[in-house]
């Protein structure tokens, strides 16, 4: 069934179109990825169906789970298992990243959580992301280190188990065991919950471990390309040269 | 493992209520020596006192309004009523305390907080003390905490407090001390002796209650050489439409290596004016940490000072300001270095909103004998929208070269990207927003006791939807 369909979306920021007429269906538990160029409408994509209220949505239909949600806020769409995992994960000083998760499982779940079961939970997924424990008390991303971001990230991921986790860039600017860390991580989250994955990236290295089961390329804001393993595995061989002269 | 305090659903009505009027003996509006005879007379006043009185009241008449900060003139000295004093009388024990008060204290958490890890209570209702009553260990210790008419009444005390009253703070200071050392009321009295550490802070809750009621309570805490105190002041006032004043007095000396922390937590009514004076005297290696919350009132002048008067004396003042509508509170910070190897540190938040104004003033003084002391001020503005204001003044007098001194301030505004990572993890914008905001105060909610550090929180985000009086 499908999970998140995109019809004919454009979105803008102040009256510059940056995505214009995409169409795409994710079903439930697929992994996708959105490759694509510098600024071919990547993250514009990832951020507008969160809800960023940085971009207009123009024209088009987000639904998900069969609901229009094209006008619905981020906190509302997280709620229904939205999850954007961040390029530059906002620091917020002076909330503990522990408060922080605690706080937004339970907006979620709408649900009080005892601390003991928290505290279990959240020591259990740092283990798996090889997070040392101080982090937890850590004001949430605050003097975080680029792969320690990144994986704050994927713990949040971890935690809230969304039913369409949307990554964006997450191995950017990581090292090759950070990338295996990761990858570990979003592992464990599908395993755990069978979510659905839109991995956003202009390589494809995080990509080594995980089963693709379709990719888009995007160019100048529109899909250029669509398939199967085998697209990811020609970017690999020869970037985007191919789609971009089109 | 540090607790940060949760943000949790808060009963409103809690900071919003007040019982029927019933201070018996409301003395007539207007302030003469008469009123002040009166005052004496009930209190029963040494005959010092009496004279200080007077005295006083005759420097309030000759004093000028202050010409620093915010507007006053909607406050009518004429129609505050010094003195109210409450039908109850001292008790020590919880149930003899009328039951009216109580109820007013119990939805203030005051017994709770008692129970669970305060040492005493002193609480104010009105005008005057009702309740009392210090644990048995912490007078054990040999801690004196009472209040500060007993104590002036009391041979063991009664020079002590005549050597040290309204010394610190001198009723010349400006116009609202001198009527503070008039129309003085109720307030504490806390002796540490020398090297006594006391773990469990002491705690006095003050409030307001009646119409046109002003309160000057007088705080006087003295801290041996080689002792430690925690004294946490709270305020609180229920939502009024008459003008009131607030001219409390706090005096602290800390002795040689002796610490005392002094936490506040105010939250006055919006119709009030709290014109607040404090002021430490910190000896050779003693240690003064201001911890304040600034919350409520129509006007604050609030400034707390320090004085290092001994070789290595230090002070540490970390504080927040939070002016929502019709608010324009002026506070901040002074310090005064006058002895070898001071070093003080100032590190304060101020919060603006709905056309709030927030001012900050720091003043720095290095005396020439201060050579090799260091200070540095830390102040953040946070403005939740275009049609609220931060200002910062920063006053540095420094008379030696010999002192390393250090100012830094930053002013700004809640990122919308930083709003939009909270929703998109399922944070309504509200929640969002004051998960901010409390995380922007953290420097002062770190530092209290976790109690008041949720009520603080509390309190943010009742500012933050703009439901407070």
């Known amino acids: 069934m499908a999970l998140l369909e995109i019809e004919n979306l454009t979105a803008g920021i102040e009256g510059k179109a940056l995505l214009r007429g995409i169409s795409l269906t994710v079903g439930s538990g697929e992994t996708h990825v959105l490759m694509g160029p510098n600024g071919a409408g990547k993250s514009t994509l990832g951020y507008t169906v969160m809800g960023s209220p940085e971009y207009t949505v123009t024209g088009g239909t987000i639904r998900f789970d069969g609901e229009d949600i094209t006008e619905l806020s981020a906190d509302k769409r997280a709620k229904l298992g939205i999850f954007l995992s961040f390029q530059s994960p906002v620091e917020i000083p002076g909330i503990s990243l522990s408060d922080f998760m605690r706080n937004a499982m339970e907006q979620i779940t709408g649900e009080r959580m005892k601390l003991w079961d928290f505290k279990k939970k959240l020591k259990a997924a740092m283990e798996i992301l090889q997070m040392d424990a101080a982090y937890a008390d850590r004001d949430l991303n605050v003097g975080f280190s680029g792969g320690e971001k990144k994986k704050a990230e994927i713990l949040q991921l971890l935690m809230l188990r969304p039913k369409l986790a949307i990554l964006d860039e997450t191995d950017s600017g990581l090292d090759v065991d950070a990338v295996k860390t990761v990858s570990a991580g979003i592992d464990a989250y599908r395993r755990a919950c069978g979510g659905a994955l839109m991995i956003i990236t202009h390589n494809t290295k995080i990509l080594e471990s995980l089963p693709v089961d379709r990719a888009h390329i995007l160019v100048n804001g529109q899909l250029a390309a669509e398939g199967g393993q085998e697209l990811v595995d020609a970017v690999n061989r020869s970037g985007f040269e191919a789609f971009t002269e089109k | ?469």
């Open chain 2, 1 to 469: 493992m540090k607790q940060k305090p949760q943000i949790t659903d808060i009963n409103r009505s809690r900071y919003d209520f007040r019982f029927a009027e019933d201070a018996g003996d409301l003395l007539a509006s207007g302030i003469t020596p008469q009123i002040i005879r009166e005052i004496s007379e009930e209190k029963g006043d040494p005959e010092w006192m009496r004279e200080f009185r007077l005295h006083a009241l005759e420097i309030f008449a000759r004093t000028e309004m202050p010409e620093w900060g915010p507007p006053i003139d909607g406050l009518n000295l004429d129609n505050i009523v010094a003195y109210i004093r409450p039908k109850s009388r001292m008790n020590t024990e919880w149930d003899d305390v009328p039951e009216h008060i109580k109820e007013t204290f119990e939805r203030l958490g005051i017994p709770q907080a008692e129970r669970e890890s305060l040492a005493g209570v002193g609480a104010q209702y009105d005008s005057e003390l009702v309740y009392h009553n210090v644990r048995r260990e912490v007078a054990e210790s040999g801690v004196v905490y009472t209040d500060l008419e007993s104590a002036m009444h009391d041979p063991r005390y009664a020079e002590m407090i005549r050597s040290h009253f309204m010394k610190l703070v001198p009723p010349t200071d400006h116009k609202f001390a001198a009527l503070h050392g008039a129309v003085w009321s109720g307030g504490s009295f806390v002796y540490v002796p020398a090297g006594v550490h006391l773990e469990i802070p002491l705690q006095s809750y003050f409030r307001l209650n009646a119409k046109g009621a002003g309160q000057f309570e007088h705080t006087l805490i003295i801290v041996e050489d080689e002792a430690y105190l925690h004294f946490i002041e709270g305020c609180s006032a229920p939502k009024y439409y008459e003008a009131g004043l607030h001219a409390g007095c706090v005096e602290l000396y800390v002795g040689k290596n002796a610490t005392l922390r002094y936490s506040t937590i105010e939250n006055w009514s919006k119709n009030m004016y709290n014109l607040n004076t404090k002021r430490a005297i910190v000896e050779e290696g003693g240690r003064i940490e201001w911890v304040s919350g600034s919350f409520g009132s129509h006007v604050s002048y609030l400034y707390p000072m320090s004085i290092l008067n001994g070789r290595g004396a230090h002070a540490e003042f970390t504080g927040i300001t939070f002016a929502g509508e019709g608010q324009n509170l002026d506070t901040g910070a002074k310090i005064v270095h006058q002895a070898p190897d001071t070093s003080s540190h100032m590190d304060t938040k101020s919060i603006s909103k709905s056309g709030g104004i927030s001012t900050f003033r720091s003043a720095v003084t290095v005396t020439e004998k201060a050579v090799g002391s260091r200070s540095s001020v830390s102040c953040e503005s946070l403005m939740l929208d275009d049609i609220s204001r931060s200002d910062t003044i920063p006053v540095m007098d420094i008379r030696t070269d010999q002192a390393d001194i250090g100012h830094e301030a930053r002013i700004g505004r809640i990122s919308n990207k930083a709003v939009f990572y909270l929703m998109s993890r399922g944070l309504d914008e509200q929640t969002a927003r004051a998960m901010i905001v409390s995380g922007f105060a953290d420097n002062v909610s770190k530092e209290l006791p976790l109690e008041y550090a949720v009520e603080m929180n509390n309190l943010i985000r009742l500012e933050m939807t703009g439901a407070t009086g």
